[in-house]
């Protein structure tokens, strides 16, 4: 429970604070920027069973993931009048449509005669005709064609349109519900989320890179791997020369939104700062980062320090080459880690660099995970937008780090899930059913279980 007594600064690390990097930044930060929303959600427990009981699985696929917003595509997955995406989760199978009017529809995947799938890919079509008996449906949804009619005068065509999910669009990404009663997207989210991504615009663009790989793990225990940054000084030790992790500050909103914002440039308060260089920092990132273009040979300027270089390359990378006024854009916006969560499955990041966005779904059952790694990229100012890239499935014998195109980050991903099949495998061995969260580096894990408990309970939507 909250506790609003107790001062935040006492669970923080005893290092140099967000604030006071922002103040050291070269250009000035917008205030979403400095914004802190920190709740103590206090220190108890939360069951290991929760990750491996069939029966809480269960309940989550009852009365969580309906009535929950899901992220089903971005825009440039379905650019044309006739594309379609089909997103699959649970047991449930949608359809997302891009009208005639460039609107989107989402359907059940479902053939309303003898309940095939009408489509088992994404692609294109003039019709959605189910392959078993050739009922069929235009675009919009409306009954188009019913074979053999004359055995089917019972059924009222205002009856046979295929069942429509709210949708909503936000910065590129289309999301669905199947609840009526859930609010709006905005006020799901938080406006105070929500409009910061405004100026980060997302919209504008693309998905680059699309990796997606089976984790034997359980699809809450992935994704709160990447809600902390401190496990970085065990588990990605080489980052550590330009990775502020202890320094991280966690933000939380409303039940669905939670930040991570770790600075980039620094070395981590665990390391003896005095053994490194700017050279050094700037040495390291280029090696070991797969977030920015090389710095290889970028000399400092006399009191120039490594984070405002390594901004400053980025800033002529990722906006002004594309044809961006970068002018008014901070260090932080074009260096840090802006990693949001939104709740339950998603996680796209903010700021102008080239955007990582994260998604998890049970894959199938409570004790495996597709998680899917996108790299979004800014398209030229004056250019149309691009096609999305597919997604590439990694096998089970295929490491991150054999995808080319996103460099030393692949090694970064591969640590992380080297730990959570066995994180998995521990949680089904616990002796005393528990996982202990820490009050303020966890903060984001405990709320994520908060919200979810409200949603079993029925107290949300």
Known sequence: MENP?????????????????????????????????????????????????AAFFEAEKARMWPNVWQMVAREDEMLQPGDYVVYNNVGRSYLI?????????????????????????????????CPFHGFSWAND???????????????????????????????????VCESTRQVSLRDYIGHEVYDRYSRWR???CYTALWIGKVVNANWKAVSEAFMEAWHSIV??????????????????????ANLALTPFGLPSPHLAADNLSQDDIIAAFSRTS????????????????????????NRANYLDALGYDSSDVSDSEMLD?????????????????PNIVYRWRPWPDQNATLMEVRLLARKARDADMPEAAEMRFLGADEPWATVAEWGALGEVFDQDMENLPYVQEGLIASANNRVELGRYQEGRIRQFHQTMDKYLAGQLP
Not at 19 to 40: A, G, K, N
Not at 295 to 305: A, I, M, V, Y
Request: proline share 5%.
């Open 337 to 353: 880690a802006f990693t949001y969560n939104i709740f339950p499955n998603l996680s796209p990041w903010g700021g102008f660099v």
């Open 141 to 175: 949804g409306a009954i188009k064609h019913i074979p053999c009619a004359w055995d089917f005068e019972h059924l009222q065509k205002q009856d046979m349109s295929l069942p429509e999910l709210r949708v909503e669009r936000w910065q590129g990404f289309i999301f």
């Open 290 to 313: 797969g977030r920015s273009a090389s710095l290889q040979g970028r000399k400092l300027s006399d009191g120039e320090t490594a984070r405002r270089a390594m901004a400053e390359t």
């Open 235 to 256: 588990t990605h030790p080489q980052i550590l020369p330009y990775t502020g992790d202890a320094n991280t500050r966690y933000s939380m909103w409303g039940d669905h």
């Open 202 to 204: 997302l919209n504008e």
């Open 97 to 129: 449509m891009r009208q005639e009017d460039g609107s989107v529809k989402a359907f059940h995947n479902v053939c309303l005669h003898r309940g095939r799938k009408l489509r088992t890919e994404s692609g294109s079509a003039d019709e959605l005709q």
């Open 5 to 53: 007594s107790r001062s935040y600064a006492a669970d923080r690390c005893p290092a140099i604070t967000v604030d006071e990097i922002l103040d050291l930044d070269s250009r000035t930060v917008p205030p979403q920027v400095r914004d802190d929303s920190w709740r103590d959600l206090g220190t108890g427990s939360v069951s290991a069973d929760r990750y491996t009981s």
